[in-house]
């Protein structure tokens, strides 16, 4: 708050020892950060700076929940690449849950879903992009389908003739998901 920079100026002052910084420093705070500041580890009231610094980092939080709303709420911008849209994904994921501990499993279902819904819809319709199952795959088929559009779209628009191409068979077919 305001009275950080005058608290620091009196510990200097006054030479105060850790704890009673710590101590002086408790004593202004009220609401959340007092109770936040009651749940930090010992560990982290071991110096004045890494009790502001464990503080800091779980007031913080404000920002981790709207990092986590903008990543679900992530979509794919119009003229956005597949591969912008995935690096500006991960990057939302990482300020969101970077602390949460899970395993790539969950992190990569978390992500799969996010991409599979934000994904523009001229991708999604793509059989490849609405039948890949897992996160990479996922990815690997948005970019590949963007790949053929955009070739597709530069054909028609030099006139040239477009022969699909042919499609390969999967050993291990499966139906697209319905739309919820």
Known sequence: GDWLPSLKRAAVWNAWTTEERLIQFAG???GRALQEYNLL???EKESFSNAMEALRSRLDLGNLA???EDFRHAAQKDHESVSDFVRRLERTFQ???SRDPMS???RDTLLYCQLQEGLRYDLMKG???SGATKYQELYIAARNEERRLHE???RQQYNKPVRPKPQLKEHNET???ADS
């Open 28 to 30: 202004h705070l009220t």
């Open 41 to 43: 580890k010992p560990a």
């Open 66 to 68: 709207l990092s986590a």
């Open 95 to 97: 300020r969101a849950y």
């Open 104 to 106: 790539n499993e969950t």
């Open 127 to 129: 059989p490849a992009v």
């Open 152 to 154: 597709l779209q530069r």
């Open 175 to 177: 139906t697209p998901a």
